[in-house]
């Protein structure tokens, strides 16, 4: 059984009973999408970021970037700097790596989010989206670089190599489109 019942935020409080069926329901509209495609044959030219140089060697360095990212998100959410008006909640962060150069290719970070409305006849209707959000990546970011980089205090501040913007500011432009339904 998932202990949805025992979740925390990064702060260490209790996340609520509704947060946890909202992540319980995103990541398993997730891993739906996320079945397993069949490998190509020829040398593998691209990787999750997690298993560059090797299978998982780098679990420890991208999670914690992940954990740190979403503690910034949820604080600049509390000091209302998300839009539009919901309540947000980051769910999953990939990129991948160009193989031969040992650079990311491309990073999307997943956004759920919802919005319950109690309707005058007592019913309530419930408003789930989810956000893809590419992160802003110039071309030939070397992996070390953009751990690096964002191994600051305010992660979303950053911008990356090559990007035209800051984390935030991608963010903010991604969660003003409406989501795709879910």
């Given at each position: 059984?998932?202990?949805?019942?025992?979740?925390?935020?990064?702060?260490?409080?209790?996340?609520?009973?509704?947060?946890?069926?909202?992540?319980?329901?995103?990541?398993?509209?997730?891993?739906?999408?996320?079945?397993?495609?069949?490998?190509?044959?020829?040398?593998?030219?691209?990787?999750?970021?997690?298993?560059?140089?090797?299978?998982?060697?780098?679990?420890?360095?991208?999670?914690?970037?992940?954990?740190?990212?979403?503690?910034?998100?949820?604080?600049?959410?509390?000091?209302?700097?998300?839009?539009?008006?919901?309540?947000?909640?980051?769910?999953?962060?990939?990129?991948?790596?160009?193989?031969?150069?040992?650079t990311v290719a491309a990073?999307?970070?997943?956004?759920?989010?919802?919005?319950?409305?109690?309707?005058a006849t007592g019913s309530?209707?419930?408003?789930?989206?989810?956000?893809?959000?590419?992160?802003?990546?110039?071309?030939?970011?070397?992996?070390?670089?953009?751990?690096?980089?964002?191994?600051?205090?305010?992660?979303?501040?950053?911008?990356?190599?090559?990007?035209?913007?800051?984390?935030?500011?991608?963010?903010?432009?991604?969660?003003?489109?409406?989501?795709?339904?879910?």
């Amino acid at each position: 059984m998932f202990p949805i019942n025992n979740l925390r935020s990064g702060r260490g409080r209790a996340v609520s009973p509704g947060v946890a069926g909202l992540l319980l329901a995103a990541g398993t509209a997730m891993a739906a999408e996320a079945l397993p495609l069949p490998r190509p044959e020829g040398p593998v030219t691209f990787v999750d970021l997690i298993d560059h140089p090797a299978p998982e060697a780098n679990w420890d360095r991208f999670y914690a970037l992940e954990d740190r990212l979403a503690g910034a998100f949820l604080s600049a959410c509390a000091a209302q700097a998300c839009l539009p008006r919901r309540l947000l909640w980051p769910m999953q962060l990939r990129c991948s790596v160009r193989v031969p150069d040992a650079t990311v290719a491309a990073c999307i970070w997943v956004i759920a989010g919802s919005d319950l409305r109690v309707r005058a006849t007592g019913s309530i209707d419930p408003d789930v989206r989810v956000w893809r959000c590419p992160l802003p990546l110039g071309p030939g970011v070397a992996v070390e670089a953009f751990h690096v980089a964002l191994e600051v205090d305010d992660p979303l501040a950053v911008r990356l190599p090559g990007a035209s913007g800051s984390l935030l500011h991608a963010l903010r432009t991604c969660l003003e489109a409406p989501g795709t339904p879910s």
